[in-house]
């Protein structure tokens, strides 16, 4: 039998980092009763081979209910992410080859683990059902919804205004998502805001053949470096979890001061009083937002590395940016000279592979995202093909150039 959690667990679970839950009483009568076991399910999509920071949210409520006994399905979306999930998008996701979801797919099982515990967990990928779907169990799904509550999710209207085409295959998706809950029988689904209209999908499935509708519980999405929702499609903003230690201490130092109430309560298990307090201290500003920021970034390394290596993190920063040293183990990039005195900018740091084009590389310059050997780059700065210039791109990279 599951564990029965005391009133301020099962208030914190409910409520921290928390959108909504559909529906709250039942799901809370049944956790604080501890007589039943909950088979929990969360999807995700393999479009990358990453899972960021934003998906811990959800994960430490799984890792919280595995602890109380409840059993975890982590459902890989093998096929649903081959036709890609329109949601928060104006335009259809491009769709991915199988032996490339597959590869993506086998990183996340190590890393669903990095929170949630293997014990009264278990991952399944949705070809243990879609592999035997026919085009008759498709017509079936479909025949259970109309085009009109498709078309009234956001993105599907905005792409009617818009006159942008919307592709049959972009309106199964949710049925498949929605089938997931079918298939397994759940009995709560985790999602993100961005999910809820698949979610509640899976709801009304459920009820159509005579289940038991799943509650809903919608956790807040994480925003990014850039301030914006954090995704697996903006890598250049995204905290992984797979990060190296050090990378993942420097990108939560550089979040916007703002974010850091979400950052704290949403990315961390700290207590929440002592969330509360350290928020507190910081609004009354008796505390440095630089400083509240190195306890948060100590606190997300830890959680997800250890504690020596948020502690080495923290002195490499500091040696970094606030004695303005390089990193020591800086690689050295060799470039062609090609008889030219200088290379412009953009152009070296698309030579050096150090941006992908030369686009890209305009607007980090823009942006006053490069430097070299410390001075502040602008579009027009050549860098002389002589000695050994020191690049650092983005807030925390670096490359030596070696002229050949």
């Known amino acids: 039998m599951p564990s029965r959690p005391n009133a301020s667990e099962l208030e914190e679970f409910l409520t921290r980092g928390v959108a909504e839950v559909i529906v709250r009483d039942e799901l809370a009568s049944v956790l604080a009763a501890g007589e039943r076991r909950l088979r929990i399910k969360q999807g995700f999509d393999p479009t990358t081979k990453n899972l960021h920071l934003g998906h811990a949210v959800g994960l ?71 592999g035997r779907f026919g085009l008759r169990d498709v017509i079936d799904l479909a025949a259970r919804f109309t085009v009109q509550q498709m078309l009234a999710r956001e993105e599907f209207r905005k792409r009617q205004a818009a006159g942008t085409p919307i592709p049959i295959k972009d309106l199964l998706y949710p049925l498949l998502q929605a089938y997931d809950s079918v298939a397994i029988d759940a009995d709560v689904e985790f999602g993100g805001t961005d999910q809820l209209f698949n979610i509640l999908a899976g709801r009304e499935l459920q009820e159509m053949v005579g289940g038991r509708p799943q509650s809903a519980f919608i956790v807040h999405l994480l ?24 990378q993942m201490y420097g990108k939560v130092m550089s979040i916007a001061d703002a974010l850091m109430p979400h950052y704290f309560e949403w990315a961390t298990e700290m207590p929440l009083a002592e969330v509360r307090r350290t928020l507190d201290v910081l609004a009354r500003k008796e505390l440095h937002p630089r400083e509240a920021k190195e306890v948060l970034a100590k606190r997300i390394v830890t959680e997800l590395h250890s504690a020596a290596a948020a502690e080495d993190a923290a002195a490499a920063f500091t040696r970094q940016f606030r004695e303005g040293q390089a990193p020591a183990d800086v690689p050295t990039v060799d470039v062609t000279r090609d008889g030219e005195a200088s290379v412009p900018i953009v152009d070296l740091l698309v030579r050096a592979r150090l941006q992908p084009s030369k686009g890209a590389a305009r607007r980090l310059v823009e942006q006053r995202g490069v430097r070299v050997d410390d001075a502040l780059a602008d579009v027009s700065t050549a860098v002389p093909t002589s000695g050994s210039p020191l690049v650092r791109y983005g807030p925390r990279s670096f490359a030596r150039i070696r002229w050949t």
């Open 223 to 246: 925003e990014g470096l850039d301030g914006q929702k954090m995704s697996k499609s903006k890598p250049q903003t995204a905290i992984w979890l797979t990060d190296p230690a050090d």
């Open 60 to 130: 430490r409520k799984l890792k919280m209910l595995a602890r109380w006994g409840h059993e975890i399905v982590l459902i890989v979306g093998d096929w649903t992410t081959q036709i890609g999930d329109p949601t928060d998008r104006d335009l259809s996701r491009p769709t991915k080859s199988r032996d490339e979801v597959m590869e993506n797919a086998r990183t996340y099982l190590d890393q669903f683990h990095l929170i949630v515990p293997k014990e009264g967990s278990r991952t399944v990928l949705q070809d243990e059902w879609f």
